[in-house]
Nanobody, 124 residues
Framework: QVQLVESGGGLVQSGDSLRLSCVAS????????MGWFRQVPGKEREFVAT????????VYSDSVKGRFTISRDNAKNTVYLQMASLNPEDTAIYYC?????????????????WGQGTQVTVSS
């Protein structure tokens, strides 16, 4: 069982940067691929980024590529999402997710564990 706790969300202005963190419980963090997703009320959960077990492989959605960076620190059981050049369309609840796999899953249904989410609001 893995518990995930996100933090770092908030209210920012268009063009600002923000870094989200997600801390995982347990001793096997390095065996999990980690993903970030986001969701706006009334819409489906959207893939944002994913990172492989040791951080060498990453995948981004087209909407955030070049602006967001996912990274991880296995010694701290933490995955990060550095967000730059934020715009109002990035406003959502951001969730981190974990799956014990050697791959880099990009579909929400492939993930086994989820955090409670952190709100990011970007004003224009």
């Amino acid at each position: 069982q893995v518990q995930l706790v996100e933090s770092g969300g908030g209210l920012v202005q268009s063009g600002d940067s923000l870094r989200l963190s997600c801390v995982a419980s347990g001793r096997t963090f390095s065996t999990y691929a980690m993903g970030w997703f986001r969701q706006v009320p009334g819409k489906e959960r959207e893939f944002v980024a994913t990172i492989g077990r040791i951080g060498g492989l990453t995948v981004y959605s087209d909407s955030v590529k070049g602006r967001f960076t996912i990274s991880r620190d296995n010694a701290k059981n933490t995955v990060y999402l550095q967000m730059a050049s934020l715009n109002p369309e990035d406003t959502a609840i951001y969730y981190c997710a974990a799956k014990q796999t050697m791959g880099i899953p990009t579909q929400s249904q492939w993930y086994d564990y989820w955090g409670q989410g952190t709100q990011v609001t970007v004003s224009s």
